[in-house]
């Protein structure tokens, strides 16, 4: 079965072809600035038969770069697919397994819109023109939050009277769940163990969010996300942890304007509001030392950023008591050899230990970049959801009685 992955950010819509179970890639690529005009111009990186290329395109918005995406595919001469398989970044309360795409679903995830105000409503359209285009074909609904229902009473309970939490559906949901699945997924693999027997710490870094999940026997015990994908770690222009009265304090200030503290916190704060110049970390670690104060805010924002995952992923260490690996993904966690050192530098007492000589050539990915005589080892692998939602897909329709 032939099936095609969408993913869709808020301002992008990544596509992927698979020929399952084989997991051989047909096609793929992804729309750029879709939605309002920005000053470059909006195209698609579209990659099939071993090269790729750009192709300039007009995209109002997710249902239009659908068509110009099927427009392409359809070029190619590529076979029709025989399903759809959706990343939706919130499921809230309502979905914990891949779901099939149908009016009742449709219905339900208008429940939860606006848990995820940037990523649902695209993810959405793009189900409805989907299923106006190829109204036979089933189409499947792979939910980031999915892989952390798992998450133990205990660790998802916001300690707030119970009104607030069931009425406003207040608790930890987990985010980053595709990701974290599928390199655990491939941790057990290098490693040569069963999935059930793994323990690891997987962090996702990416250039703009990231978060940390405890795995233990390969479920999710706990994400560094929460409610939202604000919390937790220090990310590109997010947040993360901050004291409520922090935020009741920017919501006086503001004259009771929530949704201005909501955007200065999703949009100007992290690595941009730390270091003023930029909102990609690899770029305050590559800005050449200019002395004074501008230098003392490039390595505070480098204090602060690292300080954060290095918290986390030794609390995370202490909950599973025995770790197999610690894991590092997606743009920073595969690239950057600087933050995977400064996260595990100081470890050891957990079994961490890495080499600095592996670390820094690490090119080819999966590759272990531990000591050889670390307890623990540190591995970096390359993450790929697409493939992920294409597997989650698969399994779902093959299974008895189909997606839930």
Request: aromatic share 6%.
């Amino acid at each position: 079965m032939d099936i095609l992955v969408f993913n869709a950010g808020s301002s992008s819509l990544k596509y992927r072809l698979l020929s399952m179970p084989e997991e051989r890639p047909l096609a793929g690529g992804e729309a750029q600035r879709v939605g309002p005009k920005t000053a470059a111009p909006a195209r698609i990186v579209h990659q099939a038969a071993g090269r790729e290329r750009l192709v300039p395109a007009e995209m109002a918005d997710h249902a239009a770069a659908f068509d110009r995406v099927m427009e392409l595919l359809e070029r190619e001469g590529l076979p029709a697919p025989g399903a759809v398989g959706h990343r939706v970044v919130h499921g809230g309360a309502v979905f914990s397994r891949p779901t099939l795409v149908d009016d009742a679903a449709m219905r339900r995830l208008e429940e939860v819109r606006e848990m995820a105000p940037l990523h649902n409503p695209p993810a959405m359209r793009l189900m409805e023109a989907c299923r106006r285009r190829f109204p036979d074909l089933p189409q499947v609904a792979v939910f980031d939050t999915a892989f952390h229902a798992t998450i133990p009473r205990r660790a998802r309970t916001c300690p707030l009277p119970r009104d607030f939490r069931e009425g406003l559906g207040l608790r930890k949901y987990g985010f980053h769940g595709t990701s974290h699945r599928f390199v655990s997924e491939e941790a057990a693999r290098f490693l040569g163990k069963r999935l059930e027997d793994l323990n690891a710490v997987s962090c996702h870094l990416g250039s703009g969010g990231a978060s940390l999940c405890a795995v233990r026997r390969g479920r999710s015990l706990d994400n560094t996300m929460g409610y939202s994908p604000l919390q937790g770690l220090v990310m590109s222009t997010r947040s993360g942890d901050l004291d409520a009265a922090a935020v009741l304090r920017m919501v006086s200030r503001e004259r009771g304007d929530g949704g201005a503290v909501e955007k200065r916190l999703n949009t100007r704060s992290g690595v941009l509001g730390l270091s003023g110049f930029s909102a990609d970390i690899r770029d305050v670690l590559a800005r050449p030392d200019a002395g004074g104060a501008e230098e003392g805010r490039r390595r505070r924002t480098l204090d602060v950023y690292l300080w954060r995952i290095r918290k986390y992923l030794g609390a995370y260490l202490a909950l599973l008591g025995r770790a197999d690996a610690v894991i590092f993904t997606d743009t920073i966690g595969e690239t950057v050899p600087a933050v995977r050192w400064a996260a595990c530098a100081g470890l050891e007492a957990f079994g961490v230990k890495i080499d600095p000589e592996r670390n820094r050539g690490a090119a080819d990915l999966p590759a272990d970049v531990a000591a050889a005589d670390s307890p623990v080892r540190v591995l970096a692998i390359r993450t790929n959801e697409e493939l992920a939602i294409a597997r989650e897909a698969h399994a779902a329709l093959a299974a008895p009685g189909g997606a839930a």
